[in-house]
């Protein structure tokens, strides 16, 4: 069976699945491999690492502005906490980030009877 979902039914559903990924950290002192995917996908994350003593993400990002020179990175912490609303403001509504979205939707409890497949606006 399939779900049919648009951008917005998308992002809603991201939003429960980054919830349970945010519980999953808290309880399992850990990040899920795919809550490290959708950090890398959305910020263009070189590295993404949890610190259990701050109860933190780290993401480390390139910023540098030559691809040519040395890799500055910046490393943004964000309490675990606020994870799932600092997503929420770096979604994406690409054809490709939308597509992205649905194979993690598809990978993911809530929809495993069914495969995720986007509708056109």
């Given at each position: 069976?399939?779900?049919?979902?648009?951008?917005?039914?998308?992002?809603?559903?991201?939003?429960?699945?980054?919830?349970?990924y945010?519980?999953?950290?808290e309880?399992?002192?850990?990040?899920?491999?795919?809550?490290?995917?959708?950090?890398?996908?959305?910020?263009?994350a070189?590295?993404v690492?949890?610190?259990?003593?701050?109860?933190?993400?780290?993401?480390?990002?390139?910023?540098?502005?030559?691809?040519?020179?040395?890799?500055?990175i910046?490393?943004?912490?964000?309490?675990?906490?606020?994870?799932?609303?600092?997503?929420?403001?770096s979604?994406?509504?690409?054809?490709?980030?939308?597509?992205?979205?649905?194979?993690?939707?598809?990978?993911?409890?809530?929809?495993?009877?069914?495969?995720?497949?986007?509708?056109s606006?």
């Amino acid at each position: 069976m399939a779900s049919y979902l648009n951008t917005n039914e998308i992002r809603v559903s991201l939003k429960q699945l980054v919830k349970q990924y945010v519980e999953e950290c808290e309880t399992c002192q850990e990040l899920p491999d795919e809550f490290i995917s959708l950090i890398k996908h959305n910020f263009l994350a070189k590295y993404v690492y949890y610190n259990k003593q701050k109860k933190q993400i780290e993401i480390g990002i390139d910023e540098s502005e030559s691809p040519d020179t040395y890799p500055e990175i910046k490393v943004y912490k964000i309490p675990v906490n606020k994870a799932a609303k600092w997503l929420d403001k770096s979604f994406r509504d690409q054809q490709s980030d939308l597509e992205f979205y649905g194979r993690l939707l598809n990978r993911n409890e809530i929809f495993n009877s069914s495969d995720v497949i986007l509708m056109s606006r």
